[in-house]
T-cell receptor, first 115, second 112 residues
Framework: NAGVTQTPKFQVLKTGQSMTLQCAQD?????MSWYRQDPGMGLRLIHY???????DQGEVPNGYNVSRSTTEDFPLRLLSAAPSQTSVYFC??????????????FGNGTRLTVT | GNSVTQMEGPVTLSEEAFLTINCTYT??????LFWYVQYPGEGLQLLLK?????DKGSNKGFEATYRKETTSFHLEKGSVQVSDSAVYFC???????????FGRGTSLIVHP
């Protein structure tokens, strides 16, 4: 059972480049989300989705785009990378039935460095 | 709005010591409460949860009790091991809200 799979594990970008962080889950979870984790800042929500075709902004959405064309996949796009986007990015999912009782399932993260 | 406050770390203990990591919350209604653990280089994983007042969640020797009167969910373990060294996050999920609220995380370092 793979759970939440994130690719790539590591990435180095130059300022201005674009890229897509991939996230896939095999648990048929309706809710998916992206976080960034920076030292001393905890987890900050970037975007989230409550089902295919539905996305919404979190706390720090600027510079990022998402789409949700299938239940399984929730890619995060960096439009024009900036050094401030150097971070560890986590994708997380949960079921939506009884959602307030449902824990999040996290991927192992993508470590992104922008130079 | 909802919020979760955790004690700041790092918490440094010797092996076999007793652990408490404090967590208090603010939320409307009756949220569910969670502890997650993050080992170095990994994502967060659920450690335990409690969904109503006076529930006790437990896993791997860790325990936490949902105390509505004090709005707390403190994490405890009777005898920590070096392998428990990690970052611990307290979180809540309120009824009617998709988005969880996380604390800042508490780093635990256990020395042999």
């Amino acid at each position: 059972n793979a759970g939440v799979t994130q690719t790539p594990k590591f990435q180095v970008l130059k300022t201005g480049q674009s890229m897509t962080l991939q996230c896939a889950q095999d648990m048929n979870h309706e809710y998916m989300s992206w976080y960034r984790q920076d030292p001393g800042m905890g987890l900050r929500l970037i975007h989230y989705s409550v089902g295919a075709g539905i996305t919404d902004q979190g706390e720090v959405p600027n510079g990022y785009n998402v789409s949700r064309s299938t239940t399984e996949d929730f890619p995060l796009r960096l439009l024009s990378a900036a050094p401030s986007q150097t971070s560890v990015y986590f994708c997380a999912s949960s079921g939506a039935t009884g959602i307030h009782n449902s824990p999040l399932h996290f991927g192992n993260g993508t470590r992104l460095t922008v130079t | 709005g909802n919020s979760v406050t955790q004690m700041e770390g790092p918490v440094t203990l010797s092996e076999e010591a007793f652990l408490t990591i404090n967590c208090t919350y603010t939320a409307t209604g009756y949220p569910s409460l969670f502890w997650y653990v993050q080992y170095p280089g990994e994502g967060l994983q659920l450690l335990l949860k409690a969904t109503k007042a006076d529930d006790k969640g437990s896993n791997k020797g860790f325990e936490a009790t949902y105390r509505k009167e004090t709005t707390s969910f403190h994490l405890e373990k009777g005898s920590v091991q070096v392998s428990d060294s990690a970052v611990y996050f307290c979180a809540l999920r309120a009824r009617g809200s998709y988005i969880p609220t996380f604390g800042r995380g508490t780093s635990l370092i256990v020395h042999p």
